[in-house]
């Protein structure tokens, strides 16, 4: 039982370049999320996927797009990256709703 | 939006001391206030949580207490260990509001234990 895994673990890209962030849980959780964190600021929820089928807008969506591919996994899109998405990202899931949100280990995406 | 506060930003105490972080939250209808402990290089992993319809729940060392009418929240941790030395973070949600699955956290507090 890996829990939620995401990949890559680091990535440095260009401005302008794109990427997917990819995000897999093995506990038959319904609802998954993406935030992301930067100092001084906690973490910020970008999308969640409330159920399978299902996405949605969280405070900071703006330069970014999801999908979510099956009950497993939940992609993160950065279709034009800018320096100001320069942040640690991560994946959690839920079984349900907001209750006991498994977090995996992030990814730390630089964008020079 | 839900906005929550989060103090102090930082915490240093000794080792079997007690460290208190609070929270204080806007949304009147929160119901729902979850705390993290994210070690260095690591996700946050859930430690404790609390619904409003209590006012103070207990796991061996560390407790939350819930205040709604003054719309707050703390984590007491006692007798501390170098091991609890981490950044936590605290968090609301309306569950099963408009707001339905979605947490709003506070900005983070490093608490340091000195052996």
């Known amino acids: 039982n890996a829990g939620v895994t995401q990949t890559p673990k680091f990535q440095v890209l260009k401005t302008g370049q794109s990427m997917t962030l990819q995000c897999a849980q093995d506990m038959n959780h319904n609802s998954m999320y993406w935030y992301r964190q930067d100092p001084g600021m906690g973490l910020r929820l970008i999308y969640y996927s409330a159920s399978e089928g299902t996405t949605d807008k969280g405070e900071v969506p703006n330069g970014y797009n999801v999908s979510r591919l099956n009950k497993r996994e939940f992609s993160l899109r950065l279709e034009s990256a800018a320096p100001s998405q320069t942040s640690v990202y991560f994946c959690?899931?839920?079984?349900?709703?907001?209750?006991?949100?498994?977090f995996g280990p992030g990814t730390r995406l630089t964008v020079t | 939006g839900e906005n929550v506060e989060q103090h102090p930003s930082t915490l240093s105490v000794q080792e079997g001391d007690s460290a208190v972080i609070k929270c204080t939250y806007s949304d009147s209808a929160s119901n729902y206030f979850p705390w993290y402990k994210q070690e260095l290089g690591k996700g946050p992993q859930l430690i404790i949580d609390?619904?409003?319809?209590?006012g103070e729940k207990k796991d061996q060392r560390i407790a939350v207490t819930l205040n709604k009418t003054a719309k707050h929240f703390s984590l007491h941790i006692t007798e501390t260990q170098p091991e609890d030395s981490a950044v936590y973070f605290c968090?609301?949600?309306?569950?099963?509001?408009?707001?339905?699955?979605?947490?709003?956290f506070g900005q983070g507090t490093i608490l340091t234990v000195h052996p």
């Open positions: 968090a609301a949600s309306n569950a099963g509001g408009t707001s339905y699955g979605k947490l709003t």
């Open positions: 959690a899931s839920s079984r349900l709703g907001p209750y006991e949100q498994y």
């Open positions: 609390i619904r409003s319809n209590v």
